[in-house]
Nanobody
Framework: QVQLVESGGGLVQAGGSLRLSCAASGRTFSGYVMGWFRQAPGKEREFVASITWSGGSTLYADSVKDRFTISKDNAKNTVYLQMNSLKPEDTAVYYC???????????WGQGTQVTVSS
């Protein structure tokens, strides 16, 4: 059974930092793209960042580029999102997603709340 478990969310002041973790289990994730998405109240879920499990290629939404960094630890089967210079508009529930590259298979975590106060 595949599980993605996010952690590391919380309340932080604007300008502060948080590091989110996504612990993945239940299968090998080579051939998958691991991503972070977020959903603010009343808004649609949006892409934040992604990283390929095998090669480590990364992509970022323009809104977080140069502030957020996605990384992974293959030995720990964990993906991280380092978030710096946080802004109130970064407030959202952050979700981890694993998406297979060659099939429609995908998995979601349960989400972790990030709240940035002004």
């Amino acid at each position: 059974q595949v599980q993605l478990v996010e952690s590391g969310g919380g309340l932080v002041q604007a300008g502060g930092s948080l590091r989110l973790s996504c612990a993945a289990s239940g299968r090998t994730f080579s051939g998958y793209v691991m991503g972070w998405f977020r959903q603010a109240p009343g808004k649609e879920r949006e892409f934040v960042a992604s990283i390929t499990w095998s090669g480590g290629s990364t992509l970022y939404a323009d809104s977080v580029k140069d502030r957020f960094t996605i990384s992974k630890d293959n030995a720990k089967n964990t993906v991280y999102l380092q978030m710096n210079s946080l802004k109130p508009e970064d407030t959202a529930v952050y979700y981890c997603k694993a998406r297979a590259v060659v099939t429609p298979t995908s998995y979601w975590g349960q989400g972790t709340q990030v709240t940035v106060s002004s």
